[in-house]
């Protein structure tokens, strides 16, 4: 409907965004849900329960054993840390090559899950340190209403 309405009152047509959404870390047939605290890392969650929640939940590819994985490799199409790395790595060689290893069999599922721990644990507490700095007096003036100025 807005795609209709928006041209007559002299506005440009929304687009529509697709995006890929986090799959839980139980697997991506499952859902995130914030009654299950093992679904999800929360902006909240400490170093440590980053690390548990990954090495004990973040469901994997690999194999049942260390020489299954070895011999056949992992699937990075449904190992959830490979899924994480690719919205939080920024280096694209290198997440090419955690993809090529990990496939062929050389790095393991402890490694890769290791990988994505430092990262989330980084990122996680640069948002932390980041919060704290935040008063009543910013969020005040961030929320205040003001008058924007478009220019169409």
């Keep these: 409907m807005t795609r209709d309405v928006a041209p007559r009152l002299g506005y440009p047509k929304p687009a529509l ?3 890929v959404f986090f799959p ?13 605290p093992n679904s999800s890392i929360f902006l909240i969650d400490t170093e440590k329960q980053i ?19 070895r ?10 840390s490979f899924q ?23 790095l393991l599922t402890g490694n890769l899950k290791k990988e994505l721990i430092t990262i989330l644990q980084k990122l996680v507490k640069d948002h932390q ?3 704290k700095i935040v008063s009543d007096h910013v969020v005040h ?8 100025a478009f220019d169409y």
């Design 17 to 19: 965004l697709h995006s």
């Design 24 to 36: 839980a870390l139980q697997g991506a047939k499952t859902k995130m849900s914030a009654s299950d």
């Design 51 to 69: 690390k548990d929640k990954i090495n004990k939940y973040a469901f994997s590819g690999g194999g049942a054993t260390v020489e299954e994985h």
């Design 71 to 80: 011999s056949k490799g992992g699937n990075c199409d449904v190992d959830i």
């Design 84 to 106: 994480y790395l690719r919205f939080f790595m920024d280096d694209d060689e290198r997440l090419e090559e955690i993809r090529r290893t990990y496939t062929s069999g050389e």
């Design 129 to 131: 340190e980041r919060r």
């Design 141 to 148: 003036a961030f929320m205040k209403p003001r008058k924007l």
